[in-house]
């Protein structure tokens, strides 16, 4: 997540690790490798409603690559969402099988209870 974003101040309070970025910074090889660190210590993953930009086609396709299973928030439609195709790529990797995909967060929960 990007260097202050407000999620962080939610994920701290969780006790959740985050990996933070400067939003001008792009995502280097020691970012991607912490990441693939926390992921392969996640049960799961789950990736919001977010826009699909450039930068973060490398975090989608290292989730993507991972045995870590990975669930999708979609209140956009993806298309809406799309400014890389490369990014659209990786992520629509991440929805194989509509079980992982939901509109909402309540809705996901209800998917996974």
Same mark, same amino acid.
């Given at each position: ?8 101040a939610v ?7 985050? %990996?933070?970025? *400067?939003?001008?910074e792009?995502? /280097?090889? *020691?970012?991607? +490798? ?5 992921? *392969?210590r ?5 990736v919001?409603?977010? /826009? %699909? &930009?450039? *930068? %973060? ?7 993507? /690559?991972?045995e &870590? ?8 439609p993806?298309?809406?969402r &799309?400014?890389? +195709?490369?990014?659209a ?15 909402? &967060?309540?809705?996901?929960? /209800?998917v996974?209870?």
């Open positions: 997540m990007p260097t202050g974003d407000s999620d962080a994920a701290d309070a969780l006790g959740m690790e985050t %990996l933070a970025v *400067g939003v001008l792009g995502v /280097d090889d *020691g970012a991607l +490798e912490r990441l693939g660190a926390l992921v *392969g996640a049960d799961a993953v789950v919001a409603d977010v /826009d %699909l &930009t450039a *930068g %973060l086609a490398p975090v989608l396709s290292a989730v993507a /690559d991972s &870590t299973p990975a669930y999708c928030i979609e209140e956009r993806t298309n809406e &799309t400014v890389a +195709e490369a990014a790529t990786a992520y629509r990797r991440l929805r194989v099988g509509e079980a992982g995909v939901a509109a909402s &967060t309540p809705e996901l929960l /209800d996974l209870a």
